[in-house]
């Protein structure tokens, strides 16, 4: 009783009622097939009897013919029979098949409860609403890293300017030295300019010195 109410040995056995239902019809069906089979021998056997006698022994003749007829009426039944047992197999395991699928629906419908367990869909709006907030955050965080102001102090193109002079000269030093010429230290000031005592010198000192100072440029682009 306990065992039924519970799902012990009650819920096996009605579980395998329907394998052995068809278990029980397949032996049936078996016997009933090998019948069938004799009858059909039996028939071709008094067939070949009444031809041998019928026209010597027209009655026994006759009395192959009447266990023919016999013999065909109960293969007759026998088919009919192995019908109804072939109809039967198929019904019970049709019937078994909708059983097995409606259960393993069931299960599938539980296990998808315990997988969703108390979520529902006021829970999954909040959960994307969420994820959604976060994305948002950290594409500000993002651009906010990259827009933002550049390390160090802003720097002073006129310092640039007097930098690059400073290099030019340098380099226009470096060259004299090589070839062993001199070149004469032009005191500049910001950005390079001459100073007012520079250009107070004779014209043709300062064309000497443009000119010495564009071959050097020249020799330098070589």
Avoid: C
């Amino acid at each position: 009783m306990w065992g039924t109410w519970f799902g012990g040995s009650g819920a096996q056995n009605r579980k395998d009622a329907p394998k052995k239902a068809i278990l029980d019809l397949r032996q049936q069906l078996d016997m009933l097939q090998k019948r069938e089979k004799h009858l059909e021998n039996q028939m071709a056997e008094q067939e070949k009897i009444a031809k041998m006698n019928v026209s010597t022994n027209k009655t026994a003749a006759r009395t192959a013919l009447k266990r023919k007829k016999a013999h065909e009426h109960s293969l007759e039944q026998t088919s009919a029979q192995i019908s109804m047992l072939e109809n039967q197999i198929y019904s019970i395991e049709s019937a078994n098949i909708n059983q097995e699928t409606l259960l393993a629906m069931k299960n599938a419908s539980k296990a998808m409860k315990d997988i969703h367990g108390n979520l529902t869909i006021d829970k999954v709006d909040d959960i994307m609403e969420g994820l959604g907030e976060q994305r948002a955050l950290a594409e500000e965080i993002g651009n906010a890293i990259a827009n933002g102001p550049q390390a160090g102090e802003p720097i002073d193109e006129s310092e640039l300017e007097d930098e690059i002079a400073r290099l030019e000269q340098e380099n226009l030093d470096e060259k004299m030295t090589n070839t062993g010429m001199t070149v004469p230290q032009l005191p500049t000031g910001l950005h390079g300019e001459l100073t007012g005592r520079a250009s107070t010198r004779p014209m043709h000192e300062e064309e000497d010195e443009e000119e010495e100072l564009r071959k050097l440029e020249a020799e330098m682009a070589i």
